[in-house]
C-alpha cells in the first residue's frame, strides 16, 4: 500500500510540474502577444502622427506657393486702397465652401494620403485616413487677405509709397484627423507668424481697379501642435 502511495505521489507531483510547465508557457505566450500587440499599438499610433504632422506641412507648403491678386483702386482723396469686394481668400478652399465652424481642404488632404501611400501606407489612400480642415468659426469672409491683414500701410497708402508692403495675419488653427490601422488621432495645430507680402501701388484712375502680386511668406511661421488624442483601437484594445 505505501508503494502504491508512492506511486500516485509521483505521478501527483509530475502531474503538477506539468501543467505548471503549460502555465508558464501560456502566460508567456500571452505576454509575448501583450507585448506584440503593445508594439503594433505604439508604430501604428507614431505612423498616424506621422501624417498628421505631415499633413501641416504640406499646408505650410500649399500657403507658400499660393499666388494672389491683390486688388485696390485710387480714392477722390487721393490715396489708395484694398477692394475688398475683390480680394482674394487665403485658400480656394475656403473661397469654394460653403460658410462653416471647420471647413474641409480637401485639396491638401487628397494630397497628404497620396503621399502616405506613396511611401508604402496603402491603407491611406484606400480609406481616405487623413483629413485637415482649417477654423473659420462660421466667418468665412473674415479670410479674405482685405480682412485677414490689418497693419498700417498695407490696405490703404495715403500716397504711393513705391515700396511692398507686408501684414502679419492672425495665428491660422487646424484639425487634423488620421485614423490608421483599428485607431485614429485628433491633431489641433496653431500656426503663428504668417505674413502677407503684395506688391507696391501703382499710379491708378480714380475709382478704376488696378491690382499687384501678393504671397504668404511663411519663412517664420511657427506651428504648436495642442494635443494628440490618445490611440485606440476597436474594442477597445
Known sequence: ???KGNISIVLLCSLVVLFAGASVTLLAAGSKYEAKTAYQRTQDRYIAESGADMAVGLFLSCLGNQEYIVSYTKNEDGSYSILDSYSPYLLD???????????????????ANSYMSSIGFLDFSHKNGIEIAMKTFMQKGNFKLSQMCSEPGFLVEQEISGRE????????YLTVKVQYKNGEVLCNAQISDIYIVRGAFTEA?????????AF?????AKVT????QNYRTKGGD
Open 93 to 111: 478652399d475656403i473661397a469654394d465652401s460653403v460658410n462653416a465652424d471647420d471647413i474641409f481642404l480637401k485639396t491638401i488632404s487628397d494630397e
Open 1 to 3: 500500500m505505501k508503494q
Open 216 to 220: 504668404a511668406d511663411i519663412s517664420k
Open 205 to 213: 484712375e480714380v475709382s478704376e481697379p488696378a491690382s499687384v502680386k
Open 165 to 172: 508692403c507686408r501684414s502679419r495675419i492672425n495665428p491660422i
Open 225 to 228: 501642435f495642442n494635443n494628440y
